[in-house]
């Protein structure tokens, strides 16, 4: 296994990321979208956001690089003059029956399931038709074991926000409460850049969400958070909801 640097790109600000957080903030129970969450763009901020990474694919260098088939993930790595594999491995969390519901939707509608994920907590609540976080894991796993055998020393994905919680779940050996506890402690904004480094065989996180490259371009970073969860096993705080705020531009059920 060659690969010795995995950097991690969260896509830019999506037209859903802003029309989740009017929603949530006006209280309503559907979050007005026209498009499925594949096809859902970058809005104009995001797009310039991507285009802001292009400095940091400069300074990388030869990689490989790949991203989620979602249409605001590639667009910001063709944005940053990537030319990104697809790989249907790095989309985003799928929500099933709470797609495009605001937290107050999930509530009103189904409050069985509002129920059973303040039980279960979010990292192994499967929402009907959807996927938990460790669902998600089990296909990062599978990609990672193809990614990390690169010919090259530096792998670059352009994906989501719980995407970048999980890499680091994986390649850094965390536990369900650390992956929640970094989702807090350590935010991903949109167009941020997350570098994992391996040496002596382990892998650790030299930056998570470094914003550097849009602040030097004037642009300003933006961070979509979701909703706190119920308490989890052991009367715990669960870390709250940051899977990518698009995910509240799905729902606010992640």
């Known amino acids: 296994m ?3 640097r995995l950097i991690l790109i969260r896509h830019g600000e999506s037209v859903g990321n802003e029309a989740a957080s009017a929603a949530e903030a006006a ?13 859902t763009p970058l809005s104009p901020l995001g797009e310039r956001q991507a285009e802001a990474v292009a400095a940091v694919l ?3 260098g030869d990689a490989e ?5 979602y249409v605001r993930a590639h667009r910001t790595g063709l944005l940053a003059g990537a030319r990104p594999s697809v790989d249907e491995r790095l989309r985003d969390r799928e929500l099933g029956v709470l797609d495009h519901l605001t937290s107050h939707g999930v509530r009103e509608r189904f409050p069985s399931e509002d129920e059973r994920r303040a039980h279960l907590g979010k990292f192994y609540y ?3 038709g959807g996927e938990s976080w460790a669902d998600v894991a089990l296909r990062l796993r599978s990609f990672l074991r193809d990614a990390l055998d690169a010919p090259r020393e530096t792998v670059v994905v352009f994906a989501h926000e719980a995407l970048v919680h999980l890499t680091r779940y994986v390649v850094e050996g965390w536990d369900e409460r650390r992956a929640l506890a970094a989702a807090i402690a350590e935010p991903v904004a949109n167009a941020s850049v997350t570098v994992l480094e391996r040496s002596d065989g382990a892998w650790r996180a030299e930056r998570v969400g470094d914003v550097a490259h849009l602040v030097a371009a004037g642009i300003a970073p933006t961070l979509h958070a979701g909703r ?3 308490a989890a096993e ?4 669960d870390p709250g909801e940051p ?7 799905r729902v606010t059920a992640e």
Do not use: K, M, N, T
């Open 126 to 128: 499967r929402p009907p």
């Open 2 to 4: 060659r690969v010795q």
């Open 228 to 230: 706190r969860d119920a």
């Open 234 to 237: 052991g009367g715990d705080i």
């Open 27 to 39: 209280g309503d129970e559907v979050i007005d979208l026209p498009f499925r969450d594949v096809d």
């Open 58 to 60: 400069r300074e990388v």
């Open 243 to 249: 899977d990518d705020a698009e995910e509240e531009s």
């Open 65 to 69: 690089v790949w991203s989620s088939p």
